[in-house]
Nanobody, 120 residues
Framework: QEQLVESGGGLAQAGGSLRLSCAASGRTSDQFAMGWFRQAPRKEREFVSAIKWNDGSTYYADSVKGRFTISGDNAKTTVYLQMNSLKPEDTAVYFC?????????????WGQGTQVTVSS
């Protein structure tokens, strides 16, 4: 089974930046994409971004396009999320996800989550 461990969350001011990392270990051979979801208080978990390992295609939610950038390492076991121009509405727990991306992200593994708080 695959394990996903996030790091890099924390507190930032509006307009600032944070970088999240997620390292995968264990059975990663079944993982064809990695990405990020987030869940704000009293809201449902929502898709943020994903990267497909086979061709490097990237996908973003409209709310983060132009501000967030997803990338991965050559080993295809670590994914990063560079978050710039942060807004208070980006405050949420960010979850790393692994799985398959077709027209949407089919998640098979979740990380434990890392808190991102953006102050105004």
């Amino acid at each position: 089974q695959e394990q996903l461990v996030e790091s890099g969350g924390g507190l930032a001011q509006a307009g600032g930046s944070l970088r999240l990392s997620c390292a995968a270990s264990g059975r990663t051979s079944d993982q064809f994409a990695m990405g990020w979801f987030r869940q704000a208080p009293r809201k449902e978990r929502e898709f943020v971004s994903a990267i497909k390992w086979n061709d490097g295609s990237t996908y973003y939610a409209d709310s983060v396009k132009g501000r967030f950038t997803i990338s991965g390492d050559n080993a295809k076991t670590t994914v990063y999320l560079q978050m710039n121009s942060l807004k208070p509405e980006d405050t949420a727990v960010y979850f790393c996800a692994g799985g398959v991306y077709y027209s949407a992200f089919l998640v098979t593994s979740w990380g434990q989550g890392t808190q991102v708080t953006v102050s105004s």
